[in-house]
């Protein structure tokens, strides 16, 4: 696969990841990585409890992607 932001510029660079969002083809230099913390709500029978594990989930997007996710993570701050 090729990188799609390469492409529509006449480059031709292999991609190496894949936007989990979108799904198009980017190069190291158009990949964006995101790091999703893993969370699991356990629940004890007398309530529940939300437990977060140190160790962040990667993805892969690209940079139209990750404007839409930034913008969203601003308006929940509010
Ligand atoms: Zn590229
Ligand atoms: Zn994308």
Redesign the pocket.
């Known amino acids: 696969m090729k ?4 492409a529509k510029q006449g ?1 031709d ?1 292999e ?1 190496v990841a894949i936007c989990i969002v979108c799904g198009m083809g ?5 990949a964006f990585k995101e790091e999703v913390l893993v969370r699991d709500i356990v629940d004890w029978g007398l309530g529940e409890e939300r437990v977060e594990y140190p160790h962040p989930l990667p993805r892969f997007i690209c940079a139209e992607c990750k404007l839409a996710i930034d913008q969203r993570k601003k308006a929940e701050k509010r």
């Open positions: 990188c799609y932001v390469c480059v660079e991609a980017l190069c190291l230099g158009h």
